[in-house]
């Protein structure tokens, strides 16, 4: 048995995840921008029997709105620092989350027409960012039962979030809301992506919290590696 607790709080399409230590609270991911994301971590964190102002760290896998949306709100609940990948810490920085790439013809299309709509990107209330690395980090000092492993490929500073017990907070650079397939719509990078998948696999994932859908079996990831071989 894990050292720890999960909580899934699925805002819609999108998910932040709780990671609930003996002593610890971590939030990873904070959806969408507004009050009906903080009321939902708020609900989460409730059933765990805590609240939001006792995160103790705030973890995001990327920068996109909506995973980075709620991140200045929860700071300011909790105080809790937010870890992020250098090269993201920008987009937090000023509170626009540009446009990625889609990895079909279909979303492409999409990105275009949105991209005319809204030009220059979303914007979201912008964060600071308190804890910034650009490898991999040991979080076993900061309470959390695992590292942090940069995943770039998604977007440029994608970071997972990998525990002892093999549990992969891994944001988008893995979807499931699709059926028949595990790979993300959009991406910077596309190329990168199932070597990231790969990587994570090595490291001893055994279950995939994606940021889109329900958890994903490694076996899942491992058959869809093979097909794209
Ligand atoms: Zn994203």
Known sequence: MSAYEVNRISMGMVNAYLVKTEKQLFLIDTGLAGKQSIA????????????????????????????????AECKSRSAAPILLHKDEAEVL????????????????????????????????PPAEADIVIDSDLDLHNYGFPGVAVP????????????????????????????PGTVFPPVADNPEALTSKWSLLLE??????????????E???VE???QRRA
């Open 203 to 216: 490291r001893g994932a055994k279950l995939f919290y994606p940021g889109h859908g329900g958890p994903i």
């Open 151 to 178: 995943t770039p490929s998604h977007t440029a500073g994608s970071l997972s979030l990998l525990t002892d017990w093999g549990d992969c907070f891994c944001g988008d650079i893995l979807f499931n809301i699709f």
């Open 93 to 124: 920085r000023f509170g626009i989350s540009g446009f990625p790439a889609g990895t079909n013809s279909l979303v492409r299309f999409m990105v275009a027409v949105a991209k005319k709509r809204q030009k220059g990107g979303t914007p979201f």
């Open 218 to 220: 490694r076996q899942r």
């Open 223 to 225: 058959r869809e590696l």
């Open 40 to 71: 939902r971590i708020e609900a989460a964190c409730g059933r765990m029997g805590r609240s939001v102002g006792d995160i103790d760290m705030i973890l995001l896998t990327h920068t996109h709105h909506d995973h980075a949306g709620g991140a």
